[in-house]
């Protein structure tokens, strides 16, 4: 359990440096051509960046960091064991984690229990308080590990010349979420409980995900391609990578229902866990990364692989529960290598008005399925900024700057959809350079 929890502390301490810029959240969180993109597409290490940007304030640390908010802040376990038992939520916590970019004003909290109940049209599920529960959530890549590695989050560059590039770099990344019926409780859901009533119940309600952390020392190569008179100009990136680990983390849990005769008498549950850390196992591997950049007057495209080919591997501890009983704990291991490549398409198109300028811009990562659209109006010293996306549920992005000398101003009004329960989160987003 302490390890556990060191693993969520490392998780709260450090996701500051996911905060995705401030900008972008207020264009729907689109991933905008730059340098700051170089972790998707390694052409994008050259270019200019096209717009000064303050430091993102850490809002999301507050609730991570501070005891203040002990529904989501792993340091209650440290400090008020006893508030950390009554009050801590894991999907809240995951909620926060997942979006450390935005303070959350209502993020989601678990339901007090999975209630299946057998009615005439079907089967319904619940929570406790008997609100429905949203049985399909996806984000990263699903519950599919695709990508070997999560994207650098924070990179120190030690040596740069002719194009080539050494850095050290932190690694973050929370993948692979995903809360699934079995094709037996769908069946139920549209109208055939009959298939569900025997014991142990085919009928499933299913959650899983994982969390990665670790530092990597990446060799990268970005160069322009020879222009082509009227066609533009491609850039080209390679980079090779190699991992140490600090922390993996993988949960998948199950909710099933319990059958006396036909009808349901209550609900059983069961939890595997894989945890790796130093102390308690290693992982370590190694990753190659290709990317394609072209630009043509105000538009630019780029195509990012990451993944190309690569392995990992993790040493550590996996564990059983059954309704909150633990049944085994045995040393195990987590390796995967090969071509695990992880697509990312994204593009911008600047067009010039009357009266300042419109920033059209949107993204598509294969992998995971998730897309944004966004769009920023510059006009004088201001800018406004809408945009919407999909990772897993639907998100939305509203946003403005200020742009003086001396002075950068950012603020976002960021919402997503709640995992599991439903409903809509909200958020706020700030930075602030001079």
Same mark, same amino acid.
């Given at each position: 359990?302490?390890? =556990?929890?060191?693993?969520?502390?490392?998780?709260?301490?450090?996701?500051?440096?996911?905060a995705q810029g401030v900008r972008q959240l207020g264009m729907g969180g689109v991933i905008l051509p730059g340098p700051a993109a170089a972790g998707y597409n390694p052409a994008y290490a050259l270019f200019p960046p096209e717009e000064g940007e303050g430091f993102p304030l850490p809002l999301g640390? &507050?609730?991570l960091a501070l005891p203040l908010f002990p529904e989501t802040s792993p340091v209650t376990y440290f400090t008020d064991r006893k508030a950390f038992k009554e009050k801590f939520d894991l999907l809240s916590f995951y909620d926060q984690l997942s979006h450390p970019d935005a303070f959350l004003?209502?993020?989601?909290? *678990?339901?007090?229990?999975?209630? #299946?109940? @057998?009615?005439?049209?079907?089967?319904?599920?619940?929570?406790?308080?008997? =609100?429905? &529960? @949203?049985?399909d959530f996806w984000a990263g890549t699903g519950g599919k590990t695709s990508s070997l590695l999560p994207s650098p989050l924070l990179r120190l560059p030690l040596a740069s010349e002719a194009g080539f590039r050494l850095g050290l770099g932190y690694l973050q990344g929370v993948d692979g979420v995903a809360v699934e019926t079995s094709p037996e409780l769908q069946e139920a859901l549209k109208g055939n409980p009959s298939v569900c009533q025997q014991n142990p119940s085919p009928c499933a309600l299913r959650g899983r995900g994982s969390f990665t952390a670790g530092l990597a020392l990446d060799l990268a190569y970005a160069t322009p391609l020879p222009e082509?008179?009227?066609?533009?100009? &491609?850039?080209?990136?390679?980079?090779?990578?190699? #991992?140490?680990?600090?922390?993996?983390?993988?949960?998948?849990?199950?909710?099933?229902?319990?059958?006396?005769?036909?009808q349901i008498s209550g609900t059983e549950y069961e939890v595997k866990s894989f945890l790796s850390y130093p102390g308690q196992g290693q992982g370590y591997g190694a990753m190659a990364d290709l990317g394609l950049a072209w630009t043509y007057e105000n538009l630019t495209l780029g195509l990012g692989?990451?993944?190309?080919?690569?392995?990992?591997?993790?040493?550590?501890?996996?564990?059983?529960?059954?309704?909150?009983?633990?049944? *085994?704990?045995?040393p195990a291991v987590r390796e995967r290598a090969g071509l695990a490549p992880a697509a990312f398409l994204n593009g911008a198109y600047r067009l010039p008005l009357e009266e300042g300028s419109l920033l059209l811009a949107g993204d598509w990562a294969l992998a995971e399925g998730s897309f944004h659209l966004g769009a920023e109006y510059a006009w004088s010293a201001f800018r406004l900024r809408a945009g919407f996306g999909r990772e897993g549920g639907w998100r939305l992005g509203l946003g403005g700057g200020l742009r003086l000398p001396g002075l950068q101003l950012d603020a976002a009004l960021t919402t997503h959809e709640a995992p599991l329960v439903?409903?809509?989160v909200y958020g706020l987003a700030l930075s602030l350079g001079f």
């Open positions: 359990m302490r390890g =556990k929890i060191l693993l969520l502390s490392l998780a709260a301490g450090l996701t500051w440096a996911s640390l &507050l609730r004003f209502n993020p989601a909290r *678990s339901p007090d229990e999975v209630v #299946f109940t @057998v009615r005439g049209d079907g089967i319904t599920l619940t929570d406790g308080q008997g =609100k429905p &529960l @949203v049985p082509i008179p009227g066609a533009g100009r &491609l850039h080209l990136g390679v980079r090779g990578l190699g #991992f140490y680990g600090l922390a993996h983390l993988e949960a998948q849990a199950e909710a099933r229902p319990v059958y006396q005769g036909d692989v990451r993944n190309l080919l690569g392995f990992v591997r993790w040493s550590g501890q996996e564990e059983v529960y059954q309704n909150g009983q633990l049944i *085994s704990s045995t439903g409903g809509l």
